[in-house]
């Protein structure tokens, strides 16, 4: 149903412990009530996703957090006065409030307040926080339209509201700020440079090869199900698909190709990235190769997208 109509229903559905799929900026999440054991068991099942993996909790507004965790530290606090709403995830204790299934056991909380008013809407009608994941099947492309998690989960949600693509495209920056040095765990939506800016020198360390300590940091993710490849567009394309950057080759016969941005700005590749590989994966295609772009702003989200699918198929 559209998202600016189904709150109240959607809000009922989630304090009872149903699932309801909704828009973010980044991508569209699958939600539960993030204070019911129960509730949060159903996203793992729904999206078949494994039990080490934690999901992000939401709230509908910075001034939630201190009632939810309790005392935050000065650092954490200061990046969410600068960047919530927004694609920014921040790491904190995890209160007895929250189940210990929401983090997958782990003593800390992923949780952030979304800069999409439909999502803050729900929340704040819901009265508890929100946990959701992309509302996908686990380790599959990220949903950026409604259309694609009724395609990928069907009625395995009770509620999905439809507000359209969503503006980033992809998913969000994950930073843990306890410590003396903010550390990225996992790039995304807001570009590393903003928050160097902010707070000064960051360490970057995305990844994971065992438990994963923030969402999204498994080394092979966000994969399409047709075999993708990082490289260039060499040779005739065949009865492949080509996500290109900027342009369409001059040469080569692709069988079908997405163009992510003419005019090469990361951030519109980044709000196209997903529902380009999204018709890529549906165009019937042998292999889909994807050109990686600069390594600068946005550019280092994408490629880390495009590496995590990648190694999915190597």
């Not at 800390?108 to 946990?131: N, Y």
Request: with cysteine.
């Amino acid at each position: 149903m559209p998202a600016d109509l189904g709150i109240a229903e959607a809000a009922s559905v989630l304090r009872a412990g149903g699932l309801v799929a909704f828009p973010t900026e980044t991508v569209y999440g699958l939600g539960a009530n993030a204070l019911d054991a129960e509730a949060a068991a159903r996203i793992f099942a729904a999206k078949a996703r494994p039990s080490f993996d934690p999901l992000i909790s939401h709230l509908a507004d910075a001034a939630d957090l201190p009632g939810l965790v309790g005392p935050v530290p000065p650092a954490v606090a200061a990046l969410a006065e600068r960047f919530w709403p927004g694609p920014l995830t921040l790491i904190v204790d995890r209160p007895a409030v929250i189940p210990p299934i929401v983090t997958s056991g782990l003593d800390t909380m992923a949780v952030r307040v979304p800069d999409e008013p439909s999502a803050r809407a729900l929340i704040a009608a819901a009265g508890v926080p929100v946990a959701a994941p992309s509302a996908n099947r686990f380790g599959q492309l990220s949903p950026t339209r409604a259309e694609h998690v009724v395609a990928g989960l069907g009625d395995a949600v009770d509620v999905v509201l439809d507000g359209g693509p969503t503006r980033c495209g992809i998913e969000s920056t994950i930073v843990d700020a306890r410590g003396a040095q903010p550390v990225v765990l996992r790039l995304g939506a807001l570009p590393v440079e903003a928050l160097i800016e902010a707070v000064g020198p960051v360490e970057v360390r995305s990844g994971s090869s065992g438990q994963p300590v923030a969402p999204g940091t498994l080394a092979a993710h966000y994969a399409p199900r047709t075999p993708l490849r990082l490289g260039a567009a060499d040779g005739d394309g065949g009865r492949r698909g080509l996500l290109a950057f900027r342009a369409r080759p001059a040469t080569g016969d692709w069988a079908a190709v997405e163009v992510l941005s003419p005019e090469g700005d990361p951030t519109v590749a980044a709000a196209r990235l997903f529902d380009a590989l999204h018709r890529l994966d549906a165009a019937g295609v042998t292999e889909i190769v994807a050109e990686p772009v600069p390594e600068v702003g946005l550019g280092r989200a994408i490629n880390d997208r495009l590496r995590r699918a990648a190694a999915t198929w190597r």
